[in-house]
């Protein structure tokens, strides 16, 4: 500690010292980065931090601005404004260091059609510095670990599409990096392959610090339960599942499916204590089935029951539905669509 | 160095992992051998003037076929976001590129030794005017290069890229034709363009067997000119 001192300014070692008490920093810190494309602004004031050793989904429609996010961080692209440091290196300034310690897989997963597994893994290798014994050891363990001893040695564009993302995947590892950045790394698999990488990110994300995107919301459930949902360029929601869906959708849902139509069934469905709103779902002219949306904690489906039962209505489905990542998703996008256009309002008034 | 190397085998055996490799090798060696061997009989002279004459227009369309790939296939295939994520320097990568493509030049030109030694079983050949003449074929096709491959980083389209490359190349020749012109619009602009930009002066004192320092680093100044300016694209792309 004091060797480290000596080399740096005071002020570096007062910043180390904070640093210090504060705990462990994050792995990844990006904060207020902006990024423009002529016209467009793909990236608008994002900040978000990932600690060591946890996997963060970044979700969000396509376009959002999450591969341009993705490539600032390792360092492909520079941001307009604002800092990203990598385990506390800042991208700008040291992005050779920053690069060794990423394993990045692009979106699409690019590679070297005229090569085979082997001899691209092996290039990918020798840039990352590896050689010799190491380089050997590291060649078997990726091809292991991610299944690709039987393609080994097939020329890359003879590889179907699962074959090549595992590729995509295993260069990434080669180097066994602290950071893994997975752009779609499921996109144009089949369900058992997903599993598979999915299953791969969840036992990598014990060791390594891992950013996996996707559009695909049922993919980020069983992997981590920390997301990130960017949309238009905007971090519209930073925290865990559970929270999220509270937050973005306030309160409970029940599903009110009735045999017969009845014709006042949507007014007193409506009278309920504790109903937000009610939405007659598939006939519009005479509805059987319902959502009610409950703006508290009051237990909305006992509150339907009794009302069944004074109507004399048949009841066929009464069920609480909870809320999906979906709802929660298109929520908080539809949300922060809105919020924008009312910014935008007000800016031209 | 080691980085430098590692791309440079890659982009090597890029080369030959491909059949236009040989193709191209093969379309080199009849054309410019075939070209200059038929007058050659018809002259009876032991000299290689001809050939080396030839060179200049022959690799406006040679080098920019070699060089037309170096980015703008991997920036097609999305390689280049790899490329440019490894931790290399975006010189040392350009570097192996570019040599890799030099090399295979040479191995192509190589192929042309038998002409040489044809001669000097035949005749008695000028053996400096051959040699100085090879030596202008090697600084010739590096600035050709040097300017294909930094043309390849503008595009992301190999066909535009070739295109490009040869219209760019043939700047150098075509100058020393039109500097008259230019001069009778702009009085002096067409003889200075020439003069700092005119491939035929240096090349053909070469070819007459004359190695001047002067002529040498023409080349290989503008050559790193261009190798330049393609790193600084590289590193300046980061922040469209």
């Known amino acids: 500690m004091s060797a480290l001192f000596l080399r740096r300014s005071p002020l570096a070692g007062i910043k180390q010292i904070t640093e210090t008490i504060r705990g462990a920093h994050a792995m990844i810190e990006v904060q207020g980065v902006s990024k423009r494309f002529g016209q467009t602004l793909a990236l608008d004031d994002v900040s978000l931090s990932v600690e060591p050793r946890s996997v963060l989904g970044f979700l969000g429609p ?55 597994v082997h001899e691209y893994l092996a290039f990918v290798g020798a840039s990352r510095g590896l050689s010799g014994g190491r380089l050997a050891a590291r060649l078997e363990w990726v091809a292991e670990s991610c ?57 990598l994300g014990r060791t390594k610090t891992i950013v996996f995107s996707t559009h695909i919301l049922q993919e980020v459930e069983p992997v981590t339960e920390r997301v990130a949902i960017i949309n238009e360029g905007r971090i519209v929601a930073d925290g865990r599942i559970g929270e999220l869906k509270r937050r973005a959708m306030g309160g409970s849902r029940v599903i009110v499916g009735l045999a017969e139509p009845a014709a006042d ?23 059987t089935r319902f959502e009610l949306r409950g703006d508290g904690d009051a237990p909305l489906d006992a509150g339907a029951a009794a009302l069944a039962r004074e109507k004399g209505w048949a009841l066929r489905e009464l069920r609480e539905s909870p809320f999906s990542l979906e709802d929660t998703f298109i929520a908080l996008v539809s949300r922060d669509a809105a919020g924008g256009a009312a910014h935008r309002g007000e800016v031209r008034a | 160095m080691r980085n430098t190397g590692v791309i440079f085998r890659r982009e090597l055996a890029a080369y030959f992992n491909s059949p236009i490799a040989y193709i191209f090798i093969i379309v080199f060696l009849v054309l410019t051998a075939g070209l200059y061997m038929t007058p050659f009989f018809l002259q009876g002279q032991a000299d290689m003037r001809g050939f080396f004459g030839l060179l200049p227009f022959f690799l406006l369309i040679f080098i920019p076929a070699v060089s037309m790939r170096l980015w703008a296939e991997d920036r097609r295939a999305g390689t280049f976001e790899l490329l440019m994520t490894l931790p290399l320097r975006a010189s040392e990568v350009m570097a192996g590129k570019y040599l890799a493509a030099l090399v295979f030049y040479l191995i192509a030109l190589a192929g042309t030794l038998p002409i040489p030694i044809t001669l000097g079983i035949l005749g008695n050949p000028d053996g400096g005017a051959i040699v100085t003449g090879y030596l202008g074929a090697v600084l010739l096709g590096a600035l050709y290069l040097s300017v294909g491959i930094f043309v390849s980083g503008l595009v992301r389209d190999q066909i535009t890229a070739f295109i490009l490359g040869a219209i760019a190349c043939f700047f150098f020749v075509g100058i020393g034709w039109v500097a008259l012109f230019i001069d009778g619009w702009i009085p002096g602009l067409g003889t200075f363009l020439d003069g700092a930009f005119g491939l035929s002066d240096h090349y053909e004192s070469l070819m007459r067997g004359v190695l001047q320092l002067g002529d040498v680093a023409w080349f290989l100044v503008l050559a790193a000119a261009f190798l330049a300016l393609n790193t600084y694209w590289l590193e300046g792309r980061k922040h469209g």
Do not use: C, W
């Open chain 1, 62 to 116: 396509n376009g959002a601005g999450k591969s341009t996010a993705m490539k600032i961080i390792t360092t492909f692209l520079a941001p307009d404004a604002g800092t990203v440091r990598i385990d506390g290196l800042d991208v700008s300034e040291r992005p050779l260091e920053v690069r060794r310690k990423i394993g990045y897989m692009p979106e699409n997963v690019p590679l070297y059609d005229d090569m085979r």
């Open chain 1, 265 to 287: 069934a949507l007014a007193s469905l409506r009278g309920l204590a504790g109903v937000k709103s009610v939405m007659p779902l598939v006939d519009a002219d005479a509805p």
């Open chain 1, 147 to 203: 299944g690709l001893v039987s393609e080994y040695k097939r020329p890359i564009r003879e590889l179907s599409k699962g074959y090549r993302q595992r590729t995509g995947l295993a260069q990434a590892l080669i180097h066994d990096p602290e950071i893994l950045i997975l752009d779609e790394p499921t996109s144009g698999l089949d369900p058992r392959q997903i599993i598979e990488i999915r299953d791969l990110i969840q036992e």
